[in-house]
């Protein structure tokens, strides 16, 4: 079966420190990722997908990036965080058949102070 | 793009009520619509979805209708129970696959034993 591991679970960031998160995917092959970044009682917002290794598509303009160093791997960077960069961050992943909907990891929650 | 509208943002119903969330989307081609539940600190977990062409669908104690003249649709819970309390977020897509899911803002449902 899939499974969708997402680490580190909560992490506290001094404002302009470097970031990295990691999400691997396991028991399928070239899955669509995608990260999302959950705002405190707010929506999900799509920020990074990707449909295969290295390559990424941004939709929202940031100071955020991702990369897909292997098939089952997914990384959300910064270079320097910022503030507003605090919230939920989620990946997930979505195959082509058969498996329409996405699946979550856990979540990182993210302070950036 | 597509944009979707989710209403109410809080819910609160008495244990054994029904509760009804309804979204709509503007993007006609779309035709792929899960809903998924947050449970505090978690990532969303799809619980039932719906494809453009059936117009109901049912699950136990969920279910989902679809009217895409409208473009629009709800998700249904019947006797609801404690455990049904959570953050509600429907989504939809053009197609499966890469296409990313766009989310409704989110609908708090709070059940009252």
């Known amino acids: 079966s899939q499974t969708i591991h997402q680490w580190p679970a909560t992490l506290v960031q001094p404002v302009g420190s470097p970031l990295s998160l990691e999400c691997t995917v396991e028991?399928?092959?070239?899955?669509?990722l995608y990260w999302y970044r959950q705002a405190a009682g707010r929506g999900l917002q799509l920020l990074f997908y990707?449909?295969?290794?290295?390559?990424i598509s941004s939709e929202v303009p940031q100071n955020l990036s991702a990369s897909r160093p292997q098939d089952r791997q997914f990384i959300l960077s910064s270079k320097k965080l910022l503030l507003s960069d605090s919230g939920f961050y989620l990946c997930?992943?979505?195959?082509?058949?058969?498996?329409?909907?996405?699946?979550f990891g856990s979540g990182t929650r993210l302070t950036v102070v | 793009g597509e944009n979707v509208e989710q209403h109410p943002s809080t819910l609160s119903v008495q244990e054994g009520d029904s509760a009804v969330i309804k979204c709509t989307y503007s993007?006609?081609?779309?035709?792929?619509f899960p809903w998924y539940k947050q449970e505090l600190g978690k990532g969303p977990q799809l619980i039932i979805d719906?494809?453009?062409?059936?117009g109901e669908k049912k699950d136990q104690r969920i279910a989902v209708t679809l009217n895409k003249t409208a473009k629009h649709f709800s998700l249904h819970i019947t006797e609801t129970q404690p455990e049904d309390s959570a953050v509600y977020f429907c989504?939809?897509?053009?197609?499966?696959?890469?296409?990313?899911?766009?989310f409704g803002s989110g609908t708090r449902l709070q059940v009252q034993p």
């Open positions: 997930a992943w979505r195959g082509d058949r058969g498996h329409y909907g996405y699946t």
């Open positions: 028991g399928t092959s070239n899955p669509n």
């Open positions: 990707s449909v295969g290794i290295g390559q």
């Open positions: 993007d006609s081609a779309s035709n792929y």
């Open positions: 719906i494809r453009s062409n059936v």
């Open positions: 989504a939809a897509s053009r197609g499966v696959g890469r296409r990313a899911l766009t």
